[in-house]
């Protein structure tokens, strides 16, 4: 049986007056989450609290200890969260295409289950190694799996910010649902693409494996975006896999 340390930290940034990024850390609850609002004005900050609200609000009073439960427990939270984003969107017209990104990692007593929408990112960092779990869904992901576009040049790109997928955009909702085995050391990344646009993965890889604290790699991380030139709101959520004692 495993547990869960967790930290998150979230910033503005250096050029944007408000936060549309929002989070969950609760690891009490085995269960990660964040979201990246998109829709201009307020909305996308609307949009992110919706998605975090409606994960908080579903919580099982214990977190899940098998794969089923866990993955009902990660569809549904999306479904929910997509239905009142609509909803809220059809009754207050200035909310009009409003969504968010999204992403949610849940523990079982063994296994992980991801949920993720749009371009936001979560990562696994296990033996010294990083790896991306999920896979962005936006205009130049779509061109790089082509052979269109390098990864290098998908980075730099001028649509590299059109996401083809996100909460609430659309009644209905299509979520990549990842599953894996969970171990005692395994340090998972959520991340918004305000940390993914100013730091290489090599850096996050570097960041994770140096020996400090869960509070003070977020820190880094947060840092580290902020003084490669900060675009964007920038937010990470951190979390350790552990044997339960």
Known sequence: MIRIEASARTEVGLLRSGNE??????????????????????????????????????????????????????????????????????????????????????????????????????????GDRLRQVTKDHSFVQEQVDRGVLTPGQARVHAFRHMILRAVGIQDALAVDLLFGKAYPGDLFLLCSDGLTDMVDDSHIGETLAADRTLEEKADRLVRSACDAGGNDNVTVVLGLVLRAE
Request: net charge negative; glycine share 12%; with cysteine.
């Open 21 to 126: 990024d929002a989070f969950v850390s609760a690891a009490g609850h085995r269960t990660l989450a964040l979201a990246d609002g998109m829709g201009g004005a307020a909305s996308g900050e609307v949009a992110s609290g919706i998605f975090v609200d409606t994960v908080r609000k579903r919580l099982p009073v214990g977190p899940p200890t098998v794969l089923e439960e866990a993955e009902e427990f990660v569809r549904k939270t999306f479904l929910l969260a997509n239905r009142r984003i609509r909803g809220l969107a059809a009754r207050e017209p200035e909310h009009e295409g409003m969504g968010c990104t999204g992403e949610m990692v849940v523990f079982t007593d063994e296994e992980y289950v991801v949920g993720h929408v749009g371009d936001s990112r979560i990562y696994l960092f296990r």
